[in-house]
């Protein structure tokens, strides 16, 4: 059974960091982009970020450059996202997806080009 696995969430204070995992299982990631996705309540769920295959592209939302790393490690079938300086609007449950192809190099934060899909994890930002 092909499934993806998101873990690391949690209650963390403003300015505090967290770090998600994304495992998979059933199948190998190293063929497959991966995106990382929120969705706080009432609102849609919207791209946050996306690594491809390689590891060679990545992709951020404006809303978290320069706070949030993408990153991926093949041999652990495992895809990361280092959530740093976060803030109260980071608050959301996050998703990570999978889309096998053949491009080393392709991403998307577009949710319609994604397969798989994990049950997600809550991410708090409260003080």
């Known amino acids: 059974q092909l499934q993806l696995v998101e873990s690391g969430g949690g209650l963390v204070q403003p300015g505090g960091a967290l770090r998600l995992s994304c495992a998979a299982s059933g199948f190998t990631l190293d063929s497959h982009a991966i995106g990382w996705f929120r969705q706080a309540p009432g609102k849609e769920r919207e791209g946050v970020s996306c690594?491809?295959?390689?590891?060679?592209?990545?992709t951020y939302a404006d809303s978290v450059k320069g706070r949030f790393t993408i990153s991926r490690d093949n041999a652990k079938n495992t895809v990361y996202l280092q959530m740093n300086s976060l803030k109260p609007e980071d608050t959301a449950v996050y998703y990570c997806a999978a889309r096998f192809l053949l491009s080393r190099s392709w991403c998307s934060m577009t949710r319609e080009q994604y397969s798989y899909w994990g049950q997600g994890t809550q991410v708090t930002v409260s003080s």
């Open positions: 690594i491809s295959s390689s590891g060679g592209s990545t």
